[in-house]
C-alpha cells in the first residue's frame, strides 16, 4: 500500500536554530497538507499546498514557517529560527485530488519529532 | 476556538461489547467528517467518513453516525477487539474545491480491556 514518508523521524535542534522536515506524498498526490500535534494536544492544521503555492495557511503559520516542493517528488517544511514551542510531532498528508475525503480521507506519514532545546 | 470538541477524554470497554465515541461540532459550514484512529508514534490512520447530506454510513465493524440538527455525530465499533485500543480523533472539513483542511477533536483513548 502506498505510503507519505517522513524524515527523520526524531530531529533535536537548539533554540533559534533552522530545521527542515521532509516528506515524499505518494506519488500520484496532488494535495498536500503539513499538520502538527504538540504533546497531549489536538492534531492542528498549519498548511495546505496544491500546484507548487499555498492554498491556504493557519495562524500558526507565521513568516517562521515555510514549505517547497523543491524536485516534484519531495515536500518540505522549512522553520527558520525555532523556538521552545516549535516542539511537536509533524505529520505531512497527500491526497490525491479534491472531494477525496468521501472515500479515503487523505493519507498521513507517521510524522517527524521535533524537540526543541 | 474548538470547532470540534471530543467532551470524552478516554474510555473503557469490555471486548465484544460496542464502543461508542462521541463528538460535537460548531461550524455549520462543515460537510464531511472523518474518524482517525491513531497509535503512538504513528501518523493518523483513516477509518470512516459520511457526507453532511447523510446520516449513517457502515464499514464493516464501524458506523458512524451523523445527527447534523443537533452538530452531533458518533463511531460505534461493534463487536470491539483488543486491537481497536487506540486515540480516536474526530475531524470535520468545509471544503472548498480542492482544498481539504481539517479540524480535529482533541481525541479519545479507548482501551479495550480483555
Known amino acids: 500500500e502506498p505510503e507519505v514518508t517522513q524524515t527523520p523521524s526524531h530531529q533535536v535542534t537548539q533554540m533559534g536554530q533552522e530545521v527542515i522536515l521532509r516528506c515524499v506524498p505518494i506519488s500520484n498526490h496532488l494535495y498536500f497538507y503539513w499538520y502538527r500535534q504538540i504533546l497531549g494536544q489536538k492534531v492542528e492544521f498549519l498548511v495546505s499546498?496544491?500546484?507548487?503555492?499555498?492554498?491556504?495557511k493557519s495562524e500558526i503559520f507565521d513568516d517562521q514557517f515555510s514549505v517547497e516542493r523543491p524536485d516534484g517528488s519531495n515536500f518540505t517544511l522549512k522553520i527558520r529560527s525555532t523556538k521552545l514551542e516549535d516542539s511537536a510531532m509533524y505529520f505531512c498528508?497527500?491526497?490525491?485530488?479534491?472531494?477525496?475525503?468521501?472515500?479515503?480521507?487523505?493519507?498521513f506519514g507517521s510524522g517527524t519529532r521535533l524537540t526543541v532545546v | 476556538d474548538q470547532q470540534v470538541k471530543q467532551n470524552s477524554p478516554s474510555l473503557s470497554v469490555q471486548e465484544g461489547r460496542i464502543s461508542i465515541l462521541n463528538c460535537d461540532y460548531t461550524n455549520s459550514m462543515f460537510d464531511y467528517f472523518l474518524w482517525y484512529k491513531k497509535y503512538p508514534a504513528e501518523g493518523p490512520t483513516f477509518l470512516i467518513s459520511?457526507?453532511?447530506?447523510?446520516d449513517k454510513n457502515e464499514d464493516g465493524r464501524f458506523t458512524v453516525f451523523l445527527n447534523k440538527s443537533a452538530k452531533h455525530l458518533s463511531l460505534h465499533i461493534v463487536p470491539s477487539q483488543p486491537g481497536d485500543s487506540a486515540v480516536y480523533f474526530c475531524?470535520?472539513?468545509?471544503?472548498?474545491?480542492?482544498?481539504?483542511?481539517?479540524?480535529f477533536g482533541t481525541g479519545t483513548r479507548l482501551t479495550i480491556i480483555p
Open positions: 475531524a470535520a472539513s468545509a471544503t472548498n474545491f480542492g482544498n481539504e483542511k481539517l479540524t
Open positions: 498528508a497527500s491526497s490525491v485530488l479534491g472531494q477525496s475525503l468521501a472515500n479515503y480521507g487523505y493519507t
Open positions: 459520511i457526507s453532511s447530506i447523510k
Open positions: 499546498f496544491y500546484n507548487n503555492e499555498i492554498s491556504e
